[in-house]
């Protein structure tokens, strides 16, 4: 019974490269949470996602983040023209339905260059 | 808004020391409280969790109890051991419509020495 699965583990990318994080929720989960943790800091969500559907997006950066959840497939973070900033470790988590716990993917760690 | 505030650690204790994390909350409305674990390199565990005033939640000798009059949600364990050195997150939870994310804590890092 698989875990939320999150790929690449790590990911190392030069200043202007797009990052691409990967999710596959537990079999059964239909809602994804992405969320951003910083060094030394606790987790801040960032978007939350139904099948093909965006429901929130509050805590995603105005510029250069998306993310979707496809009909078939992970669900992608995507980050563009990476600054250093932009380095943290990024975990998805996944939920059968809203308002039930959130089970957390190892996470990937983000290393901008 | 919503709001976690930890208390700032690390904490190192001796193994079978007696543990407390203070966790306090600002929310509006009715939240549901969790504690998560994470130990290195790996993701969060829920470790447990309440979700209405006077619960307890428990798991693996770790308890937290729901106090409304105080906002608090303190984890506790009578005897640690050194597996439990990890991080540890407290986060709040309040489904309002589309609004379904958990606000954390800054976290704390344990330590338990031999």
């Known amino acids: 019974n698989a875990g939320v699965m999150q790929n690449p583990r790590h990911l190392v990318r030069r200043r202007g490269q797009e990052a691409r994080l990967r999710c596959s929720p537990m079999?059964?989960?239909?809602?994804v949470y992405w969320y951003r943790q910083l060094p030394e800091e606790g987790l801040k969500f960032m978007v939350y996602l139904q099948k093909e559907n965006i429901i929130d997006e509050s805590g995603m950066p105005k510029e250069r983040f998306s993310a979707e959840f496809p009909k078939e497939g992970p669900s992608i973070l995507r980050i563009q023209q990476v600054v250093r900033g932009d380095s943290a470790a990024y975990f998805c988590?996944?939920?059968?339905?809203?308002?039930?716990?959130?089970?957390f993917g190892d996470g990937t760690r983000l290393s901008i260059l | 808004g919503d709001s976690v505030t930890q208390m700032e650690g690390p904490v190192t204790l001796s193994e079978e020391a007696f543990l407390t994390i203070n966790c306090t909350y600002t929310a509006t409305g009715y939240p549901s409280l969790f504690w998560y674990v994470q130990y290195p390199g790996e993701g969060l565990q829920l470790l447990l969790k309440a979700t209405k005033a006077d619960d307890k939640g428990s798991n693996k000798g770790f308890e937290a109890t729901y106090r409304k009059e105080t906002t608090s949600f303190h984890l506790e364990k009578g005897s640690v051991q050194v597996s439990d050195s990890a991080v540890y997150f407290c986060a709040l939870y309040i489904s309002t419509g589309a609004n379904s994310k958990l606000t954390f804590g800054k976290g704390i890092t344990l330590s338990v020495r031999p």
């Open positions: 079999k059964g989960h239909s809602h």
């Open positions: 988590a996944s939920s059968p339905a809203s308002g039930q716990p959130q089970h």
